[in-house]
């Protein structure tokens, strides 16, 4: 049970990192485009 809890604790957090990480990546083409 803990394993499972702590598996799914991962893949939330995972889900939040995602978005965060799209995030950077669409700043950083956009800042490398512009100058």
């Not at 939040?16 to 990546?25: F, G, Q, S, T």
Request: net charge positive; no cysteine; hydrophobic share 45%.
């Amino acid at each position: 049970m803990k394993g499972e809890e702590r598996f799914y604790s991962f893949r939330t957090r995972d889900q939040e990192v995602k978005p965060l990480l799209n995030d950077l990546i669409k700043v950083l083409g956009l800042l490398l485009w512009l100058f």
